[in-house]
Each structure stands twice: as structure tokens, then as C-alpha cells.
């Protein structure tokens, strides 16, 4: 098993009731967040438009609740190189990594 790297993100209170009620739903049980959140990640990395997405998720206010998750590093790898590809697009965007997560668990909810 991958060495697992810590990272945290702000959510707002609605958005992380939302995601805690979809990863029981989806089977991963109460210790399953991490399972589901880095599994978000992969499938938003692997959209052609997601620094839009991320862009979008720029948007999202009253960042209240913190989150912890664990991540192989081969996926904290991928999150530096899509920073980067983000900030080629938004160079002004900050918090680059924690709103990649946040969109990722916002499309992972509208799309399912």
C-alpha cells in the first residue's frame, strides 16, 4: 500500500453535510471520505475542462467546515501538475489545491 500524504480543505457546512451523506450512501462507510474524495479527484483531473470547473468552484463562499483526508502521493503528484496547469489558465487563482478538491466534490454530487 502508497504512503498516504494528509491534506485539508474548507468546505461550506452544506456542501460537506452533502458529501458525508452521499459517501454513506455510495457504500464506503463512515471511514470511506478519503476512499471517495481522491476517487472525485482522479475522475475531475481526467475531464479535458476541468481548470473551468475549478474556476467555478472559485465561487463558492462561507468556507466553514475544515476536512482532512489522506491521498496516495502519486495523487498529491498529479494535484501539483494540474496547479500549475490551472495557474497557466487563472494566474490569479489562489488556494489552487483546495479548490481542485472542492470541485471535484462538487461534480462528483451533480454528476454522480
Known sequence: MQNKVPITTKLP???????LQQV????YGMRGKSKWISES???LLALSNFPELVEIA???EELT????????????DKLDHAVID?????PSIEG???????ASIIQRL???
Not at 457546512?13 to 458529501?19: A, C, G, I, V
Not at 467546515?65 to 498529491?76: E, F, V
Not at 489552487?96 to 472542492?102: L, N, P
Open 41 to 43: 479527484i482522479e475522475r
Open 110 to 112: 451533480l454528476r454522480g
Open 65 to 76: 467546515d475544515i476536512i482532512g483526508i489522506r491521498i496516495t502521493k502519486n495523487l498529491l
Open 96 to 102: 489552487v489545491k483546495s479548490k481542485i478538491v472542492r
Open 24 to 27: 454513506i450512501q455510495d457504500g
Open 58 to 60: 472559485n465561487e463558492v
Open 13 to 19: 457546512k452544506s456542501l460537506h453535510q452533502n458529501l
Open 86 to 90: 490551472i495557474r497557466k489558465q487563472y
